[in-house]
Structure formats: structure tokens, C-alpha cells
């Protein structure tokens, strides 16, 4: 294959960032996205978004509103994460998200997307950005970056292939959906509608079902908090794939209901050495600082940071019910809350209030909940096999070591 060097303000129409000025807060409206919306299969989660008023977005320039085609891509910070927008859809986004508009007479929009998710682009990206504290990579920079492109019809053939890998991550990502919803719909009916097997013969003694039973979580668990080894002793810390996994809130975010993969681990000496606790797989994790109610269940052996609790579960059948009840717990009861952050502490964690089902119906309920849970750590795991296939093949297409 022949590959052209070209740079990327060539084969765009436009390439700007997200609006400068401070967007209007409302109630509702259209969602506003920021870095930390992206997840880990480079796509916008708008489940926890702020939100500007209609006519904020409606006055904005047409090169700021996001269309079918376009790639966004994070420029501050944690920059190098592209978004390739597959609909038309009303969003606004901060300004340390660029937004390229590719040519399509010149570059195949999702070849594009596949060259800036591929590594050599990031490490170009990497290369050019300045500052210490927070890196960035200026437009100019980005307009500037050169990259390298066959003809159109072999562009189409390399993004045919590797969009069929996303395209299964994004259906099992619909059923991991629909699935998550089956869960919470049947939690609903039972647990807080109170509409359980058998629940016209039960009464209601304290607020709850006679024989279910109410106190502290750490009467019904045994909690423990995570930590985080000195961070100027760089020794201790290695990639996500070398070590003993080490999870953090930004991993919870990704993870959606299990927690298989963390961007940082710990090696061995780091474990000993600060006598970190490793949870066993199918611990129930909970965020209590900053970013409070994160819910995930560990998939694997792990280690968190200092902004997680750990609660141990003593049996599979306590599971999805604990999952569920925490999942649901209306967190912004607990500790204190302002403009800026959320946070409880540890002491106020444990002492939560906590509801137990009789063991009757904590078993009729896992019986039901268990397997979709099952069902969802397999579409999770199969999504993370086809991310890393698609990611060994990626580098390949795009040198052209592999024809098409």
C-alpha cells in the first residue's frame, strides 16, 4: 500500500475547540460533557451530565455543534482520547475537547477516528504537548500533526474492518444496558415498592417486612477501606497489566458493574511494604469521596485506593441483593455536600443504614438476579477481549503490514 504524508488541517474542513466562556447551568436542557464523561470505549456517557439551556447550544457557531462524522478529542490534561460521533446529537462540550470535521472527499471520517486512537498518534500528540502541571496540545499543534493515509477506497476497507470490532462491543453494550435495567426494574418491585413474593401475608413492622431486619452495614458486613502508597515513590507503581490491580474512582467509571481492568497497578514490593489489603473477586466496591456512590464489584483479586470501600460478601446469594441495595442508596442522605464535592468518611460509610431480607427472599430474588449478573461479566469480558484484538490489529492496517 502507498501512504501519503499529510497534516491534519489538510483532509479537515475545521478543526476548533468547545466554547471558551463558562456555559449557563439548568435544570435541563442539553447535556454538557467534559473529559471525564468519556468511558473507556471512547464514546460520551451523558447518564451524569450538567446541563445548558437550549438556546446556549442553539447560539453556539455550527463548527462547535457536534454531527454525524466529527471526532472530538481531548487536548488537556488527560489529552489523546478521540470520540467518533456516530448520530447527530445535542451536546456541548468544554474547550479542552477539540473537535475535527474531516473532508470526506479526502479522509474517511472513521479512518481518522482509527489514526488518532492508534498509539503512534498518541505518541506524535504527546511529543508536541507543553506545560508541566497540566500537559496540553494546542490547536495549532493538532492542525499541524502530520499523519499518513492511503486512497480513499483502501481508507474504507481498514475502517470497515475495525468498526465491525466496535460494532460488537457496542451490542453487547446494549444488552449489558438492558440487562443492568432488567435487574434494577425487579429490585425495584421487590425492595422498594415492597411488591415480593408473598408480600400481601407479611406485615410491616418498623418500616420493613416482618422478619427482614435493619442496623449498621458493618453489622451485616465486614468493611474495609483501600489506600494509596506514597505517590512521590514512583517505585511502587506500574501499568494496569504488570501488577496487582489498583482500582480508582476514574476505573469505577469505567467499569460499569464489574471492575475487571485499572489503568494503574501496584507490584508486589508495594504490597508488602504498605501493607496494602487486596479483596477477593466478587468484593462489592463503593466510592465515598469526591465522586460519591460509585458501585462495581471486583471481577478479580485487586487493591483500591483510599476512596473505596470494601464490602466483603460472605456468599454468592448476598450479592445481588447488596449490589442492588447500594447501587440504589440515596448517598446525598450521608456526610456532607456542596457546589464543589461530596465526601463522607469512613466511619460514616460503615454506619450507613443497611436493610436485610429474610434469607427466603434474598434467595427467590439471587435466584432471579444472579444470572443476569453472570450474563453481564461475560458481555463485559467479551467487550474487553474484542477491544484488545482490535488494538493488535489497529498498528498493523494502519502501516500497511497487513494488506486489505
Not at 468511558?39 to 447560539?59: A, G, H, I, K
Not at 493538532?142 to 486512497?151: C, G, K, S, V, W
Amino acid at each position: 500500500m502507498i501512504f501519503e504524508k499529510i497534516k491534519l488541517k489538510d483532509v479537515c474542513i475545521s478543526i476548533s475547540d468547545g466554547d471558551h466562556q463558562a456555559p449557563p447551568k439548568a435544570n435541563r436542557g442539553v447535556p454538557f460533557v467534559t473529559i471525564s464523561n468519556i468511558t473507556n470505549t471512547n464514546q460520551f456517557d451523558f447518564s451524569n451530565t450538567m446541563f445548558v439551556p437550549q438556546e446556549y447550544y442553539n447560539s453556539l457557531d455550527s463548527k462547535r455543534k457536534a454531527k454525524e462524522g466529527d471526532i472530538l478529542y481531548s487536548v488537556v490534561g488527560s489529552f489523546g482520547i478521540p470520540v467518533y460521533i456516530k448520530t447527530d446529537t445535542q451536546f456541548v462540550f468544554q474547550r479542552h475537547i477539540a473537535i475535527l470535521r474531516p473532508n470526506r472527499d479526502k479522509i474517511v471520517p472513521e479512518f481518522l477516528y482509527y489514526t488518532m486512537l492508534n498509539r503512534d498518534f498518541y505518541m506524535k500528540a504527546d511529543a508536541a504537548a507543553i506545560g508541566a502541571a497540566q500537559r496540553t496540545v494546542s490547536l495549532t499543534a493538532l492542525r499541524n500533526m502530520e499523519i499518513e493515509i492511503p486512497h480513499i477506497e483502501t481508507q474504507k476497507k481498514i475502517a470497515k474492518i475495525l468498526s465491525s470490532y466496535d460494532n460488537l462491543i457496542d451490542n453487547n453494550q446494549k444488552q449489558i444496558k438492558l440487562l443492568e435495567e432488567a435487574a434494577q426494574r425487579l429490585y425495584k418491585e421487590w425492595f422498594v415498592d415492597l411488591r415480593f413474593p408473598g408480600y400481601e401475608d407479611v406485615k410491616i413492622v418498623d418500616g420493613v417486612p416482618e422478619g427482614w431486619r435493619k442496623g449498621r452495614a458493618d453489622s451485616f458486613f465486614n468493611i474495609t477501606i483501600g489506600k494509596t502508597p506514597p505517590r512521590a515513590e514512583k517505585q511502587w507503581f506500574v501499568k494496569g497489566d504488570d501488577g496487582v490491580p489498583w482500582l480508582s474512582i476514574s476505573d469505577m467509571g469505567n467499569a460499569r458493574i464489574y471492575a475487571f481492568a485499572t489503568s494503574e497497578a501496584l507490584t508486589q514490593e508495594a504490597i508488602k511494604k504498605h501493607n496494602m489489603k487486596i479483596v477477593p473477586s466478587g468484593t462489592i466496591l463503593v466510592s465515598f469521596k469526591l465522586t460519591v456512590g460509585r458501585v462495581s464489584i471486583a471481577a478479580t483479586d485487586m487493591c483500591t485506593n483510599e476512596a473505596i470501600a470494601h464490602f466483603y460478601i460472605e456468599n454468592d446469594l448476598q450479592q445481588a441483593y447488596t449490589f442492588c441495595y447500594l447501587n440504589n442508596f440515596k448517598y446525598d442522605s450521608l456526610g456532607n455536600t456542596s457546589s464543589i464535592s461530596k465526601a463522607v468518611n469512613s466511619k460514616i460509610i460503615k454506619a450507613m443504614p443497611f436493610v436485610m431480607p429474610d434469607k427466603a427472599t434474598i434467595l427467590a430474588f439471587s435466584k432471579l438476579v444472579v444470572p443476569i449478573l453472570n450474563e453481564i461479566k461475560n458481555k463485559q469480558a467479551t467487550c474487553i477481549k474484542l477491544a484488545e484484538a482490535r488494538d493488535r490489529l489497529l498498528p498493523k492496517l494502519m502501516c500497511g503490514e497487513i494488506e486489505v
